[in-house]
């Protein structure tokens, strides 16, 4: 692990807090070291990924692995420390043939051991900072906890509540740890798993080897939420890549009927100059351009009542002309082919991050039962692109939350049925997820 890389923000954040330890009484270090709290996650993973074409080999997977974290005791009024070991295992159960693994569950290696977080907190009087090593939760910017290790990043974090229903967040990250990836590099998952040492398997991989290093991510939001309503507005400077502005809000009708009606909008819109990609002469879906130009809008629409939902939504990522790079694509780097976008018709597999300029629709449907221990899960997506020809998702999920002496335990299925021209052989694809975790 190279440690000069991985530990700079930890080992600041280090070094202050034994500096405010130094200042603080006998008492409060005593609390300090034995007050503090201890949680975690333990995980079993197993993915298959079935191919119609008798060509592809199929791939699986299988990992166990866990999330142990500690926080301490606060001290000085609101400050803390927190760490996190992220470990993931595939007990020696990878296939011979390297192209019969599915990589993005632990990637190539066996194993991956990492501090996924070491970080200095601040908590208190409606501010939150958070220096170091973290998990980060942003819309553009996010954990995308969908493996047994999430994606974490090498940054500092800020919060602000003035008053209830309003928080005004900043954001500046570093580096970044993909999901299958035991330390902190200055790249994103458009880098392919061969950069600079990165396993980060799973990514877009559209930049060459030996593409330059990244200067990371500036961002800044507010949050607003009151009664019914949601609302969220960001922009976002990815570094050598695009400029972001996204806004979302969704309004749920607060009437006295068990039938709640709700409804919500959204719009991405970015640009600027994309470097690397200029440099490498990086294309997408074939299509050059020179610089980040796209706009995205969406709606949704559905209703709640008895524990389920039913919603249709639509997206629609605009055509710039032969100057916007990939015709318009619209760049995500820390969600590309993770499929973790904010999107309201993203998949499980893919979305219009992954396809491309184009129109989809997305119709869902989903069921709480026996006190919220059972929740089943259905959508259909269809992508009609214009790049990437047409595609469509089937989706099934299926969580179960035992009661009682197995509280804490969840087991999930995840099934998608991908059908178009991106796959291979333009035949069907079938992926599953089968997913056991216990929490503590």
């Known amino acids: 692990m190279n440690v000069k890389r991985s530990t700079g923000l930890a080992a600041a954040a280090a070094v202050l807090t034994a500096a405010m330890l130094r200042a603080a009484s006998a008492d409060t270090l005593a609390d300090f070291l034995t007050q503090g709290s201890f949680s975690g996650q333990l995980r079993a993973y197993y993915f298959r990924r079935d191919y119609a074409t008798p060509t592809v080999v199929?791939?699986?997977?299988?990992?166990?692995?866990?999330?142990?974290?500690?926080?301490?005791?606060?001290?000085?009024?609101?400050?803390?420390?927190?760490?996190?070991?992220?470990?993931?295992?595939?007990?020696?159960?990878?296939?011979?043939?390297?192209?019969?693994?599915?990589?993005?569950?632990?990637?190539?290696?066996?194993?991956?051991?990492?501090?996924?977080?070491?970080?200095?907190?601040?908590?208190?009087?409606?501010?939150?900072?958070?220096?170091?090593?973290?998990?980060?939760?942003?819309?553009?910017?996010?954990?995308?906890?969908?493996?047994?290790?999430?994606?974490?990043?090498?940054?500092?974090?800020?919060?602000?509540?003035?008053?209830?229903?309003?928080?005004?967040?900043?954001?500046?990250?570093?580096?970044?740890?993909?999901?299958?990836?035991?330390?902190?590099?200055?790249?994103?998952?458009?880098?392919p798993a061969t950069w600079d040492g990165d396993a980060n398997y799973g990514g877009t991989s559209n930049l060459p080897a030996t593409a330059p290093a990244t200067n990371g991510t500036a961002a800044f939001g507010i949050d607003y939420a009151a009664a019914g309503l949601q609302s969220t507005a960001w922009y976002y400077h990815f570094y050598d890549f695009a400029q972001m502005l996204y806004a979302q809000a969704q309004e749920t009708l607060p009437l006295a009927s068990p039938v709640k009606p709700f409804a919500g909008a959204q719009a991405v819109r970015e640009w600027g100059g994309s470097n690397i990609f200029a440099a490498t002469g990086t294309h997408f879906f074939g299509q050059p351009g020179t610089s980040v130009d796209n706009l995205t809008l969406g709606g949704v629409a559905g209703l709640k009542a008895y524990g389920a939902t039913l919603s249709v939504a639509y997206d629609r990522l605009e055509s710039r002309g032969a100057d916007a790079l990939g015709g318009g694509v619209l760049i995500s780097p820390y969600t590309a082919s993770y499929a973790t976008d904010p999107l309201f018709t993203s998949s499980m597999i893919r979305g219009m991050v992954e396809l491309g300029p184009g129109s989809s629709w997305k119709v869902a449907a989903s069921e709480q039962a026996f006190g919220k221990?059972?929740?089943?899960?259905?959508?259909?997506?269809?992508?009609?692109?214009?790049?990437?020809?047409?595609?469509?998702?089937?989706?099934?999920?299926?969580?179960?939350?035992?009661?009682?002496?197995?509280?804490?335990?969840?087991?999930?299925?995840?099934?998608?049925?991908?059908?178009?021209?991106v796959n291979p052989g333009k035949r069907h694809f079938v992926y599953n997820r089968l997913m056991v975790a216990y929490s503590f």
């Open 373 to 421: 221990e059972l929740t089943v899960t259905a959508s259909f997506a269809e992508y009609r692109t214009d790049f990437s020809g047409n595609d469509s998702e089937t989706y099934f999920d299926v969580i179960y939350l035992p009661p009682g002496w197995l509280q804490g335990l969840s087991l999930r299925n995840r099934l998608e049925v991908g059908n178009g021209r």
């Open 58 to 191: 199929n791939a699986n997977a299988f990992a166990v692995g866990g999330l142990f974290n500690y926080e301490t005791a606060r001290f000085l009024d609101g400050f803390s420390v927190g760490v996190s070991f992220f470990t993931a295992n595939a007990l020696d159960t990878h296939a011979s043939n390297p192209a019969a693994i599915d990589t993005t569950l632990v990637g190539k290696a066996n194993s991956i051991n990492s501090l996924g977080q070491a970080f200095l907190q601040y908590d208190g009087h409606g501010l939150l900072v958070r220096v170091g090593n973290q998990l980060v939760t942003t819309p553009w910017a996010n954990p995308s906890d969908a493996r047994v290790i999430p994606a974490t990043y090498q940054a500092a974090y800020a919060s602000f509540t003035p008053t209830t229903g309003l928080t005004l967040e900043a954001l500046r990250i570093l580096r970044y740890k993909g999901r299958t990836a035991d330390d902190y590099f200055k790249d994103n998952n458009y880098y």
